[in-house]
Nanobody
Framework: QVQLVESGGGSVQAGGSLRLSCVAS?????MGWFRQAPGKGREGVAS???????VYADSVKGRFTVSKDNAKNTLYLQMNSLKPEDTAMYYC????????????????????WGQGTQVTVSS
């Protein structure tokens, strides 16, 4: 069982930045960030694993950066050039077993989820 706790959300104007953090109760190899806007499904944003490059959704490439501090069991998401369409509840997640990076933005591949942190971007 892995507990995940996100923090760092808030309200910013378009063009601003935020950094989200997610502390895990134990080590996990692959971790991901997902988001869900009202009335929409959960969308994979970025994932990172010990092997291979991070994976990003097309909508955030070049603006978001995912990183992980294994010594602190902490996952980060640096979000720059934020847009109103980035407004959503953001969740971090970890799978129970290893998953291929090709599926690492699929929510159904993840078992453990945090409670979420709200990001609101105003125009």
């Amino acid at each position: 069982q892995v507990q995940l706790v996100e923090s760092g959300g808030g309200s910013v104007q378009a063009g601003g930045s935020l950094r989200l953090s997610c502390v895990a109760s134990g080590y996990t190899d692959t971790m991901g960030w997902f988001r869900q806007a009202p009335g929409k499904g959960r969308e994979g944003v970025a994932s990172i694993a010990s092997v291979g490059d991070p994976v990003y959704a097309d909508s955030v490439k070049g603006r978001f950066t995912v990183s992980k501090d294994n010594a602190k069991n902490t996952l980060y998401l640096q979000m720059n050039s934020l847009k109103p369409e980035d407004t959503a509840m953001y969740y971090c997640a970890a799978p129970r077993y290893g998953i291929s990076r090709y599926f690492s933005l699929r929510a159904d591949k993840y078992t453990y989820w945090g409670q979420g942190t709200q990001v609101t971007v105003s125009s």
